[in-house]
């Protein structure tokens, strides 16, 4: 497993200056540009990590929010390995930056041919990518912070036939920092995040939703200890909370590229180029900054909710990771 510091090692970060603006004032050009790659490869060797998901939440209306019920803890053991894979940060002076601080442009990329420069929970490697061989398995990574950017990867070998329960929560960003274990507890930790984004396909036991997807995106600038109580405690701004869901339901086994990109004030969800949901929230007045950047492949949901879960038998490759990093958002308290 690489950890934080062991990926950002393989960055290669290069101070610019350059004033910006809050406003979006473009600066004029670059100041410096400069790119390392580093690659990695190795066979994929496992490092134990064990961790206790804490888990416990109160139910919620169907297909609103997270839908939960008590559960009690479960343990599970993180695997990780390294293949070829690759990390390139370039260094430059970004137009939208908004802090004075220098921005950095980041491109991660990880095949999960054999392993993976993240951290795994459960599902297992081989020449086609990470298998999910368990509802509760995930992996994460730990990355820059990026204030706009994309997540993309290839889900191959799903059908509805794959997809029994209510939810299958293929994806999701949130903040990972402050006192926060890992691999993320549910609740409240995951469930109450204050920046918290996810890709939910609903299952064939979800009758007039099956196959659709839904994405959310939660932001709550609270600061320590990276999630609230349940309600954003934000007096100004207040918050921002959207999940929309819809998209063609058809899932035929073929390899389906998934993609969530961000930037401006605007949430898109793509599969296979096309776009499918837009969230804005450009108006709310609240920037996405969490103060330790995760994405991670399924959630600790599932650890939790027996109706939740990763799609057992579906293939996940070729994860590319790209944005512009920025300042942590203040805290709104």
């Known amino acids: 497993m690489l950890s934080r510091s062991a990926l950002l090692l393989g960055l290669l970060l290069v101070a610019c200056s350059g004033d910006s603006s809050d406003t979006g004032a473009s600066a004029s ?18 490092t134990d990590a064990t961790a206790t998901s804490d888990a416990s939440a109160s139910a919620s209306s169907s297909g609103t929010g997270d839908t939960s019920a008590t559960s009690a803890a479960s343990t599970t053991t993180a695997a990780a390995s390294t293949t070829d894979a690759s990390t390139t940060a370039v260094a430059t002076t970004d137009p939208g ?57 290839t889900m191959t070998g799903v059908t509805l036939d794959l997809l029994p329960l209510n939810d299958h929560e293929v994806f999701a960003m949130y903040e990972g920092g402050y006192d926060i274990s890992h691999p993320i507890p549910y609740g409240p930790d995951f469930r109450n995040n204050a920046f918290k984004s996810m890709i939910r396909i609903y299952g064939t036991a979800e009758v007039g939703r099956e196959g659709q997807q839904k994405i959310m995106w939660g932001l709550c600038p609270v600061g320590a200890p990276g999630y609230h109580d349940g ?33 401006d ?5 793509l599969r296979n180029d096309a776009l499918v949901l837009t969230i804005d929230w450009s108006d709310a007045g609240i920037g996405f900054g969490p103060e330790d950047l995760y994405v991670s492949l399924g959630t600790p949901r599932a650890e939790a909710v027996d109706s939740a879960g990763m799609p057992i038998g579906a293939v996940f490759s070729d994860v590319k990771i790209e944005g512009w990093t920025g300042p942590a958002a203040a805290s709104c308290l």
Do not use: K
């Open 231 to 263: 309600e954003c405690p934000c007096a100004n701004p207040v918050g921002f909370f959207e999940e929309p869901f819809g998209g063609d339901g058809t899932w035929d086994g073929s390899p389906q590229r998934l993609r969530v990109e961000w930037a």
């Open 97 to 153: 930056t908004t802090t004075g601080e220098p921005s950095e442009h980041v491109m991660i990329h990880d095949p999960l041919i054999g392993g993976t420069l993240g951290s795994a929970v459960g599902g297992a490697f081989g020449d086609a990518g990470w298998t999910v061989t368990a509802r509760t398995d995930r992996l994460y990574w730990s990355v820059p912070r990026l204030v706009e950017g994309s997540v993309e990867f």
């Open 265 to 269: 004030g605007v949430t898109r969800y």
């Open 29 to 46: 050009g670059t100041s410096a540009i400069t790119s390392a790659t580093a690659s990695a490869s190795a066979s994929a060797s496992a």
